[in-house]
């Protein structure tokens, strides 16, 4: 694990050497804020915090656009190329799933830890017709408020956000994006509520707003 520490040089000399969309948004990703945190995380496994052998090459090799797999046909159809891009917007993939409810048990668990009681995905807001948060503090967070977030993870590489919202020139531009859209969605909250929204890039920037 050590030898991660290399990670953002290597990344650096990588994308000098293969300047292309794609590995611009990996470097740009690399040096952002807060998202090489995930190397100084301990790893404790009650807390969920220590990575398999198997996640460390893949994590890294998706930094560094190495190849990750073999190149098949995905369950949906599309063909994955050996960068394995393709399994972090595939609508099909389980691990999609996984993900949300792993970033949401982690909010959770914090902020329970500091002493706040949390319900997730509280059906009470689902009642005042709008789509049900990820969770909410069941006592006042700030200013006689409960607050209520949602979690995104949206990934840095995906085509959408690489050519039309610019990963590749603006590192966090995916998080911003994906922010932004669930304030939007939230926007009929009643103000009795205090909303964040969580919004993570699959290579780690997360948005300004946390
Ligand atoms: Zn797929």
């Known amino acids: 694990m050590s030898s991660l520490v290399f990670l953002p040089a ?3 000399w990588w994308a000098l050497k ?3 969309n794609n590995n611009n948004a990996r470097f740009l990703a690399a040096d952002a804020p807060h998202s090489g945190h995930w190397l100084l995380a301990l790893p404790v496994t009650s807390c ?8 460390v090459r893949v994590a890294v090799a998706l930094r560094l656009g190495c190849s990750v797999c073999v190149a098949h046909t995905c369950r949906c159809g599309v063909l994955v190329d050996a960068q394995g891009n393709h399994g972090s917007v595939c609508k099909q993939a ?13 909010i959770a668990r914090a902020i329970t830890a500091a002493g706040i009681p949390v319900t997730k995905e509280p059906v009470d807001l689902t009642i005042l017709g709008i789509k049900r948060p990820d969770g909410l503090t069941l006592i006042p967070w700030q200013g006689g408020k409960p607050l209520s977030w949602d979690v995104t993870v949206v990934s840095t590489l995906a085509d959408s956000y690489l050519h039309v919202h610019s990963t590749s020139h603006c590192a966090d531009s995916a998080a911003e994006t994906a922010s932004n859209r669930k304030e939007t969605k939230y926007f009929s909250l009643p103000p009795d509520y205090i909303f964040q929204p969580v919004a993570i890039e699959t290579l780690g920037p997360p ?3 946390l």
């Open 207 to 209: 948005t300004h707003q």
């Open 10 to 12: 290597a990344l650096c």
């Open 94 to 106: 389980p691990s999609k799933i996984d993900r949300h409810q792993a970033v949401n048990d982690v």
């Open 48 to 55: 969920g915090l220590r990575l398999t052998d198997e996640a």
């Open 18 to 20: 293969n300047n292309n």
